[in-house]
Nanobody
Framework: QVQLVESGGGWVQAGGSLRLSCAAS????????MGWYRQAPGKQRELVAR???????TYADSVKDRFTITRDNAKNTVYLQMNSLKVEDTAVYYC????????????WGKGTLVTVSS
């Protein structure tokens, strides 16, 4: 069983930046995909960004060119650098881990709240 613990959330004004971290209790090198999802109040959880073991990345259109996902297998940590934040980025952000690239999420973190104010 792997535990994922997110940190780095908080309050920021629109246009600001935050960096989220996801620390795993075990090795993340066994996961083909690590990702970040978010869920805003009253909305469904959505994919924000994902990164494969080989380092290829995928982003939601709404965050392209503003967010960057990276993974450090040596530190068992995944990061989400969020720049030029908008009010609509306000959500709980969840870390996720997949064993299979095209499969569902095998592990979820408990989430960290990001609040962007105007």
């Amino acid at each position: 069983q792997v535990q994922l613990v997110e940190s780095g959330g908080g309050w920021v004004q629109a246009g600001g930046s935050l960096r989220l971290s996801c620390a795993a209790s075990g090795s993340i090198s066994s996961f083909n995909v690590m990702g970040w999802y978010r869920q805003a109040p009253g909305k469904q959880r959505e994919l924000v960004a994902r990164i494969s073991k080989a380092g290829s990345t995928t982003y939601a259109d709404s965050v392209k060119d503003r967010f960057t996902i990276t993974r450090d297998n040596a530190k068992n940590t995944v990061y989400l650098q969020m720049n030029s934040l908008k009010v609509e980025d306000t959500a709980v952000y969840y870390c996720a881990a997949n064993y299979n690239y095209y499969g569902g999420v095998d592990y979820w973190g408990k989430g960290t709240l990001v609040t962007v104010s105007s």
